[in-house]
Each structure stands twice: as structure tokens, then as C-alpha cells.
């Protein structure tokens, strides 16, 4: 690997894990605040908006400069949304402004890699990018879970600056204070990251251009029979596993009597198993062969069901282990098939827009719809067999499709050999 694409590593690294310590920091201001439940799937509902709105932007401005200057441009959007909350904005609301920087942020991201590497090294980078983001989840979560805790947060508040007077005095200013410093270190790394002399395309200020040029991109990769499939896998894994965070917490403290810093390393947990996946992935999977990972995705939906079941630390560890590994193994192939089509069908960065459009889109969709559960009262344990199936179903419908496109293109290979006979 050019030594670039280490450069990039440790800037995903930082940014993501600066974003999941915020998350817990800003759950954790919402208790405080004394807020309904149901506001903590809001902070991700509010943060993904932007990926969604923002679609037909993000991917031309990613096109339009380096791809390392966009990544630092929208590094200061998530610093300031992260000392809007400090100052005392409403965390949803700060937390929206993160979601703006992180939606500009991922299309340079993963578009640089095509840019920077061979195809034939992409499921091996997505391996790297995924794991390392996976090792970012858990080391995010556990940090935020770890500076709301009373001890640990007392011991930071007694350090005092010699001479200097600071005016922070709770647990939630000093977690924001330590969470701004990581996302600055992102930044650091954002100036090094090389430019891989692609050619840049003028970022147009025609809303209705860019909107035709979009829509344009996101038939075209609905369209490709890979792309689809490659598309709908990881659109689903990604709704799946933002739900999945927030359904942990509540199963942590429902079924195991674990308050918010506890519930946070279980989420680091789950990360372990994805971190594991997506490394065997990398070593076992080519990109020929990235489409066999489908069933994976199936028994990851009926495994999550088994959470119903665990009633300690014993069970619920080695569970969540493994539903994380069913997950990285199946999306990091997936994921590099859709870059290297997207790729070929359009630019990086507009791939990657239509990429996050559909996931955030249904991160939208899922997480409203377990607000809703939640609003309602549902039992948590309701929620987790409902969410099993709905995985489990959705990702068989995706294997469906894709023998039915098997079959097509069977089928009219077979129809050229009589025709050329």
C-alpha cells in the first residue's frame, strides 16, 4: 500500500472516533437534560439527514477539489458542531451540525481510495478502512462511555492548568473539551493526505443541474445488476447497525441492569466482532467472489434474535461477538463491489453520494422507526425479534434478486452461443 493510504487510515481513524464518543457524550447530555427515550435515536436520525438532503451536493464537491481538502473542510463542520453542544446548543441540534460535516466528509473518504489504489487492492483497503472504523466504533464508545464516568470524570475535572483558569466544570464539558482535541488530531492528519492528481470536475451552482446530474448517478447504479445488489446489501447493513446501537443500549439495561457507560462497552463489543469479520473478509474474500458473502447476512438476522436469550455478561458477550462478525465479513466485500462499480459508472465522489444517500436513507427510515417502537412502549425484546426478521427477510429478498439476475444474464449468454451457432 502507497504510504498515502496510511495517512487516510489515521484521519478516518480519529474523525470516527471523535463521531461515536460524541454520540455517548451527547446521549448522556439528553439524560441530563432529563429527555424522553426516545430522543436518543433522534440524535442519529438528525445526524444522517444531512447524507440524505444533501446528497446531489455532496458527491459533485467532493469531485470538484482534493479529496484531502474536502475531508479537512468538513473536519471544522464537525468541530463546530461539537462546540455548538459545549456552548450549550441543544445536543440534537449540535449533533445535526457533526451529521453536515461527517455527509461531506465520507464521499472524499472512500472515493479516494479508487483514486489513490487498484481495483484489485479495494476489498483488501475496505478491509483496512472498515476494520480500523470498526476499531474507531469501539475505542469511540468506550472512551465516550469512560469520560461520562463519575470517577473518571472527576479526576480530569481536578487537573488544573497551572495559571490558567478554565471554565470547565461538569462531565459533559470535559468530555466535549477532549472529543474537540481528537477531531483537531483528524485534522492534522487531513493536510498530509496526498493528491492523487485526478482530474477535478467545477463544482456547478445550478441546484437543478446537480440535482438531474444525481438522480442521473443513482438510476444508473440501481440499474447495474452488480450495482444493485451490491447497493441493497450495504444500504440494509448500514440501517441495520445504526439501529442496532441503540437497541443494545436499551437491551443492555433492560435485560442486564447496565446504566449508559456500561451499556456504551457493549457496543464496543459488537465493533470487535465487525472488526474480526471484516479482517477475515479482506484475507478470504476476492472481488470476483464478493456477491457469496449474501447468506451471511441472513443469519446475521436470525443470530440477532438470540439476543432474547442472554441474561448475562457470559452469553451476551460471545453473542454480539459473533452478530459483529456476521456483519463485517458479508459488507466489506459488498462494499468494494459497489465502489469499483460505481467507479466505472460514474466518479468516486458521485458514487459514494449515491452510496450514502441510500444508506442514510434507510439509517432514516430504521431508527425513526424504533423511536416510534420506543414512543409507543413496545418491550425492547419485541423489538429485537421484529428487527431479526426484518434483516433476515430483506437480505433473502437480496439473494433472490441476484439469482433471478444469474439467471438473465444466463440465459442470454446462452441465446448469443445459438444465435452465433
Known sequence: MPFGFYIIMAAQFFSAL??????????FALHEMQSPLWFDPMLKLLFTVSYVILAGFVGAFADSMPKGKVML????????????????????????????????????????????????????????????????IILGTVAGGAMINPHIASALLSFDMPVIETPIDSILEVSLIIITGI?????????????TKVDHVPLSLKPAHLFHEFNHCLKLL????????????????????????????RWAADALGYDLGKASMLQGVTAIGVAVG??????????????????????????????????NLWTAVPLL????????????????????????????????????????????????????????????????????????G??????????????????ASHLDDCTSH
Open 18 to 27: 471523535a463521531d461515536n464518543a460524541l454520540l455517548i457524550a451527547a446521549i
Open 73 to 136: 473542510i468538513s473536519n471544522t463542520i464537525k468541530i463546530a458542531g461539537c462546540l455548538m453542544i459545549f456552548l450549550g446548543a441543544h445536543p440534537l441540534l449540535g449533533y445535526a451540525v457533526v451529521g453536515l460535516g461527517a455527509a461531506t466528509y465520507s464521499p472524499a473518504k472512500y472515493g479516494i481510495l479508487t483514486e489513490l489504489l487498484p481495483h484489485r487492492l479495494l476489498v483488501v483497503a475496505n478491509g483496512w478502512i472498515e476494520g480500523l472504523t470498526v476499531l474507531a
Open 183 to 195: 477531531y483537531l488530531l483528524a485534522a492534522l492528519f487531513n493536510l498530509y493526505i496526498p493528491d
Open 222 to 249: 440501481w440499474r447495474d445488476k452488480l450495482g444493485q445488489i451490491s447497493l441493497a446489501t450495504t444500504t440494509l447493513f448500514w440501517g441495520a447497525g445504526a439501529t442496532l446501537q441503540f437497541i443494545v443500549i
Open 278 to 311: 471484516a479482517a477475515m473478509a479482506a484475507r478470504m474474500i476476492t472481488l470476483r467472489k464478493s456477491v457469496r458473502v449474501i447468506p451471511m447476512g441472513i443469519a446475521m438476522g436470525f443470530v440477532v434474535m438470540l439476543m432474547n436469550f442472554a441474561t
Open 321 to 392: 461477538i459473533l452478530i459483529g462478525a456476521l456483519s463485517g465479513f458479508f459488507v466489506v466485500p459488498m462494499n468494494a463491489l459497489l465502489q469499483h462499480r460505481g467507479h466505472i459508472l460514474m466518479g468516486a465522489g458521485h458514487s459514494i453520494a449515491v452510496q450514502n444517500f441510500n444508506e442514510n436513507l434507510a439509517i432514516l427510515v430504521m431508527t425513526g422507526l424504533y423511536a416510534v417502537l420506543i414512543w409507543a412502549d413496545c418491550s425492547i425484546y419485541t423489538v429485537i425479534v421484529s428487527f431479526g426478521l426484518f434483516v433476515a
Open 394 to 411: 430483506a437480505m433473502y429478498l437480496v439473494k433472490r434478486r441476484f439469482e433471478a439476475n444469474q439467471r438473465i444474464r444466463d440465459d
